[in-house]
């Protein structure tokens, strides 16, 4: 018999690449995830990583059971799901994971719609920016994830999440207020290749759309929070791509709509599969749509 305990191991072996990325999601020790894995070869008969030296990655056979081991962490969700409806009563603690212009957008209003239609649930908020929510929902760390479409989010046909649309908004192009095409009424990004950018740092998934829009930008100052690219820009350090939810209307910088193909950030709330009929989450989640 295979402990589905172990199977969720392997899982965050796959989702984190090391035995030490996934005893830390799991907060576990190394050596426990490693006692676990061969615990699990143990009891399938499999060799399911293949170790070379310190590093470890999964064998054909691994990444079979993988698959597996996601669609019985879907059906506990379901299961869970099922005997909290069956108790009845939408009452408990729901965690959301969002990034800050989409706490103001719909996470916010959201909770205060919840204050009328279901007083008993309590809406924990975490900041977070879009590429770090995902891990944490994976991870079991919170029950919601809002998070936007990237090169690197799991595929929209991962079985392990089940996605609700939030929102698409456009990025636009903010410049010094002092700048030659601060008085246009809308910007060609091409036109700003040669400047100074702002933009969030790697891995952040509004930085991409920097690097695709603006090929090979000239990136001199990084940070995640929008309201300090907004107030860089109007001290005249440099240009930005800023999501026009995000952005901070600061005396000093002007923001202009893109000419041409306008990028678009594509909202979403996540959750993991079969945990979307779960009484409490279904009643955020309802709140978040509506």
């Known amino acids: 018999m295979i402990d589905p305990r172990r199977l969720r191991v392997l899982a965050a072996l796959a989702d984190h690449g090391t035995v030490t990325a996934a005893a830390q999601a799991l907060h576990l020790t190394a050596s426990a995830v490693s006692q676990q894995l061969a615990a699990l070869e143990a009891e399938t008969g499999q060799e399911l990583l293949r170790r070379r030296g310190r590093r470890v990655s999964l064998t054909a056979a691994g990444e079979l059971l993988v698959v597996h081991a996601n669609a019985v962490a879907a059906e506990l969700e379901r299961a869970q799901a099922t005997l909290a409806a069956f108790a009845a009563g939408v009452s408990g603690r729901v965690e959301i994971a969002s990034f800050a212009s989409a706490i103001t957008q719909v996470v916010a209003p959201a909770i205060a719609?919840?204050?009328?239609?279901?007083?008993?649930?309590?809406v924990v908020v975490r900041d977070a920016e879009g590429h770090a929510s995902v891990p944490l929902?994976?991870?079991?760390?919170?029950?919601?994830?809002?998070?936007?479409?990237?090169?690197s989010v799991p595929r929209t046909d991962d079985r392990r999440l089940t996605r609700f649309p939030l929102y698409t908004e456009p990025f636009d192009v903010v410049l010094p207020a002092g700048h030659r095409?601060?008085?246009?009424?809308?910007?060609?990004?091409?036109?700003?290749?040669?400047?100074?950018?702002?933009?969030?740092?790697?891995?952040?998934?509004c930085r991409d759309v920097v690097t695709l829009v603006c090929e090979n930008p000239h990136i001199t100052h990084t940070s995640d929070d929008f309201r300090a690219i907004v107030s860089l820009v109007a001290a005249g350090a440099g240009v930005a791509l800023v999501p026009r939810h995000a952005f901070t209307d600061l005396p000093g910088a002007v923001a202009l709509p893109v000419r041409g193909t306008v990028p678009l950030r594509r909202v979403f709330a996540?959750?993991?599969t079969g945990s979307d009929t779960?009484?409490?989450i279904r009643a955020v989640l309802h709140a978040l749509t509506s």
């Open 113 to 122: 719609a919840l204050r009328a239609t279901a007083p008993e649930v309590t």
């Open 270 to 272: 996540a959750v993991r």
């Open 278 to 280: 779960h009484p409490l």
């Open 137 to 151: 929902l994976l991870d079991g760390e919170i029950d919601i994830a809002i998070a936007e479409e990237y090169r």
């Open 181 to 205: 095409l601060a008085g246009e009424a809308s910007a060609d990004v091409l036109e700003l290749a040669h400047e100074d950018w702002i933009a969030p740092l790697p891995g952040n998934p």
